[in-house]
């Protein structure tokens, strides 16, 4: 059993950063692989990015390539999600999960555990 909670979302204007964090209770957090989705008003909850157990491989939604960065330090059970140059289409609620799969990924199915949320707003 894994428990996650996010910390750092907020409100910030747009080119602002933020800083999301994760921190995930239990001892082998270090063998799961952990993303983070986000679900925008009306829409469905997407992936954002993910990142191996070992921090090997990292992958990431189109839309966020190049401006957000997924980084996890094993020793301290914790995530992070540095979102540079924020948009306001980056508006929504952010959610840590945690997978024990190494297959289909991008898909929310693929995750055994949830975060319960973190709003970020970026206002225009």
């Known amino acids: 059993q894994v428990q996650l909670v996010e910390s750092g979302g907020g409100l910030v204007q747009a080119g602002g950063s933020l800083r999301l964090s994760c921190a995930a209770s239990?001892?082998?957090?270090?063998?799961?692989?952990m993303g983070w989705f986000r679900q925008a008003p009306g829409k469905e909850r997407s992936l954002v990015a993910f990142?191996?157990?070992?921090?090997?491989?990292?992958d990431y939604a189109d839309s966020v390539k190049g401006r957000f960065t997924i980084s996890r330090d094993n020793a301290k059970n914790t995530v992070y999600l540095q979102m540079n140059s924020l948009k306001p289409e980056d508006t929504g609620v952010y959610y840590c999960?945690?997978?024990?799969?190494?297959?289909?990924?991008?898909?929310?199915?693929?995750?055994?555990?949830w975060g319960q949320g973190t709003q970020v707003t970026v206002s225009s």
């Open positions: 999960a945690a997978s024990t799969s190494y297959g289909m990924l991008q898909l929310q199915s693929a995750y055994d555990y």
């Open positions: 990142i191996s157990p070992s921090r090997a491989y990292t």
């Open positions: 239990g001892r082998t957090f270090s063998r799961y692989v």
